[in-house]
Structures are given as C-alpha cells and as structure tokens.
C-alpha cells in the first residue's frame, strides 16, 4: 500500500521555482487499479517518480507499506525497485543494445539470477505477452505496440507487486492502445497487483477502477 | 554475466568501430610519446656530439709503428679512451680501452651497408654463421648488427681469411660474443668481437713491416682539451695527420645546453602524455553522454549506481591498457627501426614508468568523474525523453 501524506514537489526552471505537487495526501491500496488523470504538465508523471523513488518530495513522505521510500539508503531503495516494482514508460525505455529477450531479462540479471534461467523467465514473459516470436529482434526492428508489450513483459518478469504506467499509450495508435488496455487488464485480474498509470487520456482512465485528478483536473 | 557488464559489451560491440579507433589514437599517441622520450635523447646527442667530438676527440691517421702508438699511451695516460684500427677506414684491428698495440680486437664499422665490405681489402675475410646466415657477410657497427638481428650478447662466429704478405692465405674460424664497444662519439657506435691471439698476431703481420694501425682515435671527457692538444702537438712532426684537434669548450656552457635540452624534451613528453589524457577523458566523456540513457533505464529496474562507476573505471583500465601495450610496441618498432639507422634510442624506464602513472590517473579521474555525473543523473529527465 502506497501512502503519500502532504507531498510537494517542485522544479527549478531558469532560477524560478515552479512548484508542480502543492500539499498531496494519497492512498493507494493494495490491488487497486488506480489512474492519475490529468493535462500535461498536471505533475501526473512527478507522483509516479516519487513512487518509484527517483525523485523525493520537497515536503512530505512517501509511503511504501508503511517504509518512508526515501529515508532508504541509495542499495535499498535500488532493491526496492528491482523487486517490488515493475515500470512502463510512454517511451518504453528499451536499451537499443539489447534484443527484446535481453531488455526483459535484465531486471532478473540485476537481480543476480543466473543468465540462462533469466533468459528462460524472459522468453515465457514474452509469450504471455504474445511477442515471443520478436525475441531475438532489437528494439529499432520493433514496432511501437511491439516495443510497448516487451516493455510490460519487462515490468512484469520479476513478479511485482505494483506495476507503475507513466503515459504508456502516449506513442500507441488507437487500435495498439485498446491492445494495451485489454492487456493491463487481464494482468490486472490474473494478478491482483496495485497498478498505477499516470495519463491524460479519458478512456485509458476509464479502465482504471479509481481516478485521482491531479492538477484540478475532475 | 551481470546487467552491466553485459550491457558495456554489447554496447562496445555495437560500437566496435568507434572502440577500436579510440584505442589505435591512443595507442599511437602513447607511441609517438615513447618514442619522442626514447629518440629525443639520441637526437640532441647527433646534434651535439659533433661540437663535443671536435672539443674532445683527435683522429690521427696514417701507418702507426708500435713506437708511435706507445709514444701516444704514454701522452694520453691511462684515463684516456682509444680506439686503434687498421687497413681501409671500413675494416680494421682496433684497440679498445687504454693504449693496447698488441689488441686481440677486431672491429668493422660501416656507415653505408655491408656491401661496403667488398670494397675493402678485407673483403670475404669475414663470414658468419650460426644465427647470422642471411648474407655471407658480416657488419659489426650497430646499424648492420640490427639489421641482421645480431645483439649485443649474441655469439657469432668469424671466419676469416687472412691474406699473409708471402702472398698465401690462412683462413681462422673464430666464435666471439658481441659486445658494445662504443656509446657516445661522433663515430659510429660499434660492435666487439674479441679475436684469438694466434689471430690477432696474423692480422698483425699482414698490415705490413713494424705498422700495426693505421688510424687511432682518443678521446679523453676529463681531460679539458689540452692533453690531447698536447698529443696532436707531439705528433705534428710524424708521418700522420691529425685530422681533429680538441678545442676547449667551458663545462658550464655545455652544461647550460644539456639543460636546455632536457627542458625541450620534457616539454614533448609532457605534451605527448597531456594529448593522451586529455583525449582519454574527452572520449570517456562522450561515451558516458552515449550512454547515460541506458544507465537511468539500468537504474530504473533495480540497479545502484556505485557498481556503474567500478565498471566505467574497470572499463577505462582496460581501454588504457589495450592502448598503452599497443603503443608500447609500436614505440618500440620505431626505436629499432631507428637502431638501424644508426640512431641509438633508448625507452628508458622512468618513461614507461611515467606513462604507466598517467594511464593510472586516467582510471582514477574517470572514476571520480563518473562517480559524480552518476551523483546527479537525472533519472526520471532522462526517462521521460522520446
């Protein structure tokens, strides 16, 4: 479960100060399908970093199952993301060295397991994905929808308990998107984990079972 | 195989191109540095022996009885250097060290090439064999022993022919070490083979009645010039002519100019080894900008960045040492090469020593600057980039 009590995050733009969070108290529970809706710029995005620890408030704590995220030490909190959390990126965020298998083994390979058991979890990730047959491809020989579900079989190989969508069909066409959707879905009712999506797109919120507005958005 | 490492080489792999042109630049400035710092020494002695060479050396030729050669030991004195050789200028009997009219030497010097040989009278005298076999002749000067691959240490053996003055000829087979028989003179540094008595005698008997040399050289670094004056004075009266006096040269002028020498040398060297650094760091600069993407998405899944900057650093020594090995053998192809023509170079030590220290601190600096720049990545910028 996710706790955010009076969070603020800010970003200094050209020495002016532009304060994105002002005072955000939040709670995300534990299985809950939740959507952060909102414009850009809304600071749906600023949460989702803060959760994944990459970026501490200016004010308040953030909350993993009751650990303040950020009193972790720089290993813990690396750990934290390796096993508990699984991320897609509107920009999926593949490295273009790796072949898709590689890109879906690597948090595994972080992780310490040993690479022919990762590569064997990789492939069977990319198989209830449906894009085992793009194993062995880079991502530039991959399309945009391709890209995106190599990027969930990543997020979802090690197993997380919370999988983290930062605008991920912000690069997806309309039929790619619905594919998403339909996808998030079913991961979300096979596995009941917490997912969150930062999004501005009032059908991909729709899918979501909470909305949150960030930004004054309704 | 851990995430990083594996991501370092396949993005090398992917990269291979780019790696293998940073390592050949840097390989061949850390070359040309090793071999600035080896030639630049050998340099400033070709330039300068000249002058010293006039200031120290008297070359005296013409037949030496032993009597003009014991008159000469006994004006040189026992710190004097002298070489005596005989015949043509380019094959002789020599004498090393002080005054010896008995020498058991023999020495060929050649500045041109072996074929030089056949135009002596002591043409087809030598010969050699065991690992010198390629030509059928034999050089001894430092140029032509390279050619040949003869080093100093090597065993070579001699047969020599000797024409007797009755006309007959009596041919001695001789097996000798080489030796370095010169450093530092305006003439060409040589190679000494040590001859058998019973043929030192022969060769002897063959320069004709009571001449035992034909050319002795003296130098003599402590005497100040006016010794050897002296003897070039004592002999003026001599059949022989003395083709160099000595002419005295203050110790701090030449001081003063090894000391301006050295200083342009250190110069180049260090501008080699800043060339090196600088280049090493701009390349380590661009590759971590190629890459600092991968690294925030490597972050993002799980990985601490302290491992990240033990791997650039790992990565960096490798790159060093890829590149200084390299350089060090086309340095040291470059001194050989020089060798032979002549010039005697020298990696010394200290410079390899140095070199090592520099590609050391680049491994350091990366390090540290890595160190940094991962301090402040910017994860969630980079992650949000199209």
């Known amino acids: ?218 | 195989m851990s995430a990083l490492v594996l991501f370092i080489l396949r993005s090398h792999r992917a990269r291979a191109f780019e790696t293998a042109r940073q390592v050949v630049v840097l390989a061949v400035v850390l070359g040309l540095t090793l071999y600035m710092a080896a030639l630049w020494p050998a340099l400033r002695l070709a330039n300068t022996a000249p002058a010293d060479a006039a200031t120290w050396d008297v070359w005296i030729n013409g037949p030496l009885t032993e009597e003009i050669l014991s008159e000469i030991e006994q004006l040189a004195g026992s710190d004097t250097r002298a070489v005596a050789i005989n015949g043509a200028p380019t094959a002789a009997v020599g004498i090393d060290g002080t005054m010896r009219p008995n020498s058991r030497d023999v020495w060929y010097f050649s500045t041109d090439n072996i074929e030089a040989l056949d135009d002596t009278p002591w043409s087809g005298a030598f010969r050699k064999s065991g690992r010198i076999v390629s030509t059928g002749q034999c050089g001894l000067d430092m140029a032509t022993a390279r050619d040949l691959h003869a080093d100093i240490g090597d065993t070579i053996t001699f047969q020599v022919d000797i024409p007797l003055p009755d006309g007959t000829v009596e041919r001695v087979s001789q097996t000798a070490e080489v030796a370095a028989l010169y450093e530092t003179t305006r003439y060409p540094s040589g190679i000494l083979a040590e001859l058998r008595p019973d043929v030192a005698a022969l060769l002897a008997e063959s320069l004709g009645e009571g001449v035992v040399a034909s050319d002795v050289y003296l130098t003599n670094p402590g005497g100040e010039g006016a010794l050897l004056s002296r003897i070039g004075d004592a002999l003026a009266e001599r059949p022989v002519s003395i083709l160099t006096r000595s002419v005295y040269v203050a110790d701090s002028y030449r001081a003063a100019d090894a000391s301006v020498d050295s200083g342009y040398m250190t110069a180049l060297i260090v501008a080699g080894l800043l060339v090196y650094f600088v280049w090493t760091l701009r390349e380590q600069y661009i590759r971590f900008g190629s890459r600092q993407r991968s690294i925030a998405i490597l972050h993002s899944l799980g990985l601490p960045l302290p491992p990240v900057t033990r791997a650039l650093a790992t990565e960096q020594a490798l790159i060093g040492v890829f590149s200084a090995a390299p350089g060090l053998v086309l340095a040291n192809w470059m001194v050989r090469r020089a060798l032979g023509y002549g010039v005697q170079a020298e990696i010394a030590l200290p410079i390899v020593a140095g070199l090592c220290a520099v590609v050391l601190a680049t491994v350091v600096v990366t390090a540290w600057q890595s160190a940094r720049a991962l301090g402040r990545l910017p994860v969630a910028e980079l992650l949000a980039r199209d």
């Open chain 1, 1 to 218: 479960m996710y706790e955010l009590v009076g969070v603020s995050a800010a970003y200094t733009v050209d020495n002016r100060t532009l304060n994105v969070i002002d005072d955000l108290t939040l709670t995300l529970a534990d299985g809950e399908f939740t959507a952060l809706l909102g414009p850009s710029g809304s600071g749906k995005s600023t949460v989702l970093n803060m959760l994944a620890g990459f970026l501490p408030p200016t004010h308040g704590t953030v909350r993993y199952n009751g650990a303040d995220i950020y009193a972790l030490d720089e290993a813990a909190r690396a750990e934290y993301r390796n096993r508990s959390i699984g991320m897609i990126h509107q920009s999926f965020n593949l490295i273009p060295e790796f072949d898709a298998v590689t890109n879906v083994a690597v948090p595994l390979l972080i992780r310490g397991v040993p690479r022919r058991e990762a590569m064997t979890s990789a492939e069977l990730s990319l198989e209830s994905l449906g894009v085992l047959t793009r194993a062995w491809h880079r991502p530039s020989q991959l399309s945009g929808g391709e890209q995106q579900r190599v990027a969930a079989a990543r997020a979802l190989v090690t197993g997380p308990d919370v999988l983290l969508a930062d605008e991920p069909t912000g690069n997806l066409d309309r039929a790619s998107t619905a594919e998403f959707l339909n996808l998030i879905g079913r991961i979300h009712a096979r596995r009941q984990i917490t997912i969150v999506i930062a999004t501005h797109d009032e059908t991909v919120a729709a899918a979501a079972s909470k909305r949150v507005a960030i930004g004054g958005c309704p």
